[in-house]
Structure formats: structure tokens, C-alpha cells
């Protein structure tokens, strides 16, 4: 077994990289999928249906990432606070470094972007779907086992939480500007709470 970190990731550097994990609060409905017959889960991408995982912790986790439609799937790789899923750009400073664009929260982002118009899952997927915070992934850390391992021959982590129940984050990697980076060696996935100052975002990886 092993634990994973919590690390700033600069934005400059790392602008929309990093696959989105939405989390469901195990105290809110949960909305059926489409087409499905209730229970707990919630449109994914594609139209596929995400199933909202009760891992014995404060918040569910998705059972894939944004963009997949299976648990082993990379998903997409989305920008910090980039509601439309697209941006590309990583020329977001002046020459004296102030932030100067528009994208990622603007100029000052706020600090914490879970169900506002800048959470991807939430505006994408509606009801009950957003980004983690800092604290419930740091919670996923620090409460559950993780393993790395391979299922359907994609490397990753089974996370399992203290009730047993897991689920699989790919080594999806990341990308800069429009070039993937680290796909098959390392998992990054953001949180919705920014670094202080206004050029990071906290993920997991």
C-alpha cells in the first residue's frame, strides 16, 4: 500500500491538464442516470452513467472520471477552473508574470471554485456532481489504502476506503498546452480550492 500527496500545481505551467474527479455528498439525492432505473448515480460523459461510490468517507466519489464512460478510462484533461472544458492556452501572464488572461478564473480567482460557473463536473453534469475540496482529498489520502496496480491493462490506484468499497484512478498524466505529459506514469486530478496567490490550484497526484 501506498499514499498519494496533495501538491500545488502552478497554472502557468500546468494550465488544463489535469483530469476532473467529481464528488457527490453522501447526504444529497443522488440523480438516476439517464435512461437507468434510479438509484445512485449520475449522467458522465458521453451520456454514460457514473456511479456515485460510498467509500465510508465524508463525501462519494465517482466511479470514473470526467469524460469516461469506465473506471480504467483516462477521461478528459480539463483546465483548472475552465467551465468549458476547451481552453488550450497556457499564455496567460505579461512579461513581469501578473496574470493578465481572462481564462482560468481571470485575474483573481476565488478561492474555492467547487459549484460555481468555473466547476467543469458541476456545470457539465449538474445536480449533485462537482470537484472535490482540498480537505475531502486530502480526507481520500489520509483515510483510504491505496495500491497501484493495472485493470484492464491501464496502470493505476484502487483506492479503498475504511467500509471496503474502491475505486480506480488511471495514470492518466497531463497536458501542456496541447501536448499530453506523464499519461501511463502518474495520476493528476484537480480539487476545486486554489493555492494562495493567484497562479496554483491544489490537486492530487
Not at 440523480?31 to 454514460?48: D, F, K, Q, V, Y
Not at 499564455?91 to 476565488?110: F, I, K, R
Not at 486530502?138 to 495500491?147: D, I, K, P
Request: hydrophobic share 35%; charged share 20%.
Amino acid at each position: 500500500a501506498m499514499k498519494k500527496a496533495l501538491r500545488p500545481i502552478r497554472l502557468l505551467s500546468v494550465l488544463f491538464c489535469l483530469a476532473c474527479l467529481p464528488a457527490c455528498s453522501g447526504d444529497e439525492p443522488q440523480p438516476s442516470a439517464p435512461g437507468g432505473g434510479g438509484g445512485e448515480s449520475a449522467g458522465a460523459g458521453g451520456g454514460a452513467a457514473a456511479e456515485a461510490v460510498d467509500l465510508g468517507l465524508s463525501v462519494r466519489w465517482a466511479a470514473c472520471n470526467m469524460g469516461a464512460s469506465a473506471p480504467h478510462e483516462a477521461g478528459g484533461l480539463y483546465g483548472w477552473a475552465d467551465p468549458t472544458g476547451q481552453a488550450v492556452t497556457d499564455q496567460v501572464h505579461d512579461e513581469a508574470h501578473n496574470w493578465t488572461s481572462p481564462l482560468y478564473g481571470g485575474a483573481d480567482p476565488m478561492p474555492d471554485i467547487c459549484r460555481t460557473i468555473y466547476d467543469l463536473p458541476h456545470m457539465s453534469l449538474g445536480g449533485c456532481w462537482r470537484l472535490p475540496s482540498e480537505a475531502e482529498a486530502r480526507e481520500l489520502v489520509e483515510r483510504c489504502v491505496w495500491r497501484e496496480g493495472t485493470r484492464q491493462g491501464v496502470k493505476g490506484y484502487t483506492v479503498t476506503g475504511p467500509n471496503g468499497r474502491s475505486i480506480f484512478l488511471p495514470m492518466a498524466g497531463m497536458r501542456v498546452g496541447a501536448e499530453p505529459y506523464d499519461q501511463g506514469r502518474r495520476g493528476y486530478y484537480w480539487t476545486g480550492t486554489r493555492q494562495p496567490g493567484a497562479t496554483g490550484a491544489v490537486s492530487l497526484h
